[in-house]
């Protein structure tokens, strides 16, 4: 009989990176199930964890800079970058139009070794202006056409976010205002949007209308009028590890979390992965700091069975995960999963 072929998807988790939470799951389920076929993804939304997990990928090193203010993190392959701007400052109203500039700076460094694809992770942004900043950045827009003449650009974007209008009823003014950020200023929130709009279909009419065009406070709108595609994170490292030809060859996926709850649902992650192994008829497991969802909602999650480290933490604590503790926790599930 060929051996389980067991796929260990998972994010960042407790203060820990995706590598070392996917590693303790590796060596649990390896010692509670010996001879396990065990392949292993370290996966993540945005942000520094998404940035390690693409070196990871690409066998790369990190490059860390300071950029008028904001963390620089960048991981190069071949004729490939993938940068990750990290903003230094508070987030600001956005009836004061927060700028994308340095994600823009953030572009055009990537650009100065003339690669083939740029990846730009935007998910920390707190900008809300069109990517009017991104593009200045970039010496405008039909300068920033010029430079990419010939490469490839990926935005890496919020999953909620792929749909984003920019402007409207729907659009990125319109939710913020929503969630009381300038609700009380009608004026204010149509003079905003009006601007987002003047500026959006002078550049680009048809990305203007886009969906995704409101992702990242706008920054989606310049990626499309760039000519580039916009992805959320899990989808792109997915597709960076073939995931695909992975998860068809799996018996069974295992995720990890800080905590899995109705509320959250494990985070972006677990439910990207519960919905890649419902695609292909597979079985998830989640394996979680604390567990508080039942079998009959997780099942509705896409979710086999989940597994907590102990009782839920108290309101106020501050989220961890033992990784000594998972590896026993995974150990202890894998020999329920061992073929007869």
Known sequence: MSPMRVLIATDQAGGHTAAEVSAAVARGWASGAPGTALAVVGLAEGGEGWLRAAARLWSAEVEVAVDGGDLLLTTRQRRRVAVSPVPGGPAEPFWRRPSSRGAGRALAAALSDHPAEVVLDLTATTAHDAGEGLLAALGGPAAARAALDGVRLVGVVAGTELAQPLLGLRGITARRGQAGAGADDPARMLATDAALERF????????????????????????????????????????????????????????????????????????????????????????????????????????????????????????ALDLDALEQLAARVARSWVRP
């Open 200 to 319: 959006a279909r002078a550049v680009d009419p048809v990305a203007a209308e886009a969906p995704g065009a409101g992702a990242a406070g706008g920054c989606g709108f310049a990626v499309l009028a760039l000519g580039g595609e916009l992805v959320e994170g899990p989808a792109w490292l997915a597709r960076e590890a073939d995931l695909a030809t992975t998860l068809a060859r799996a018996d069974l996926v295992v995720t990890a979390t800080t905590g899995f709850d109705f509320a959250s649902r494990g985070g972006a992650v677990v439910q990207q992965v519960a919905r890649w192994a419902g695609e292909v008829l597979r079985p998830c497991v989640v394996l979680a700091g604390s567990v508080q969802v039942g079998a009959r909602e997780m099942r509705l999650m896409g979710v086999e069975s989940a597994h907590g480290l102990g009782p839920v933490p108290v309101a106020g604590e501050p989220a």
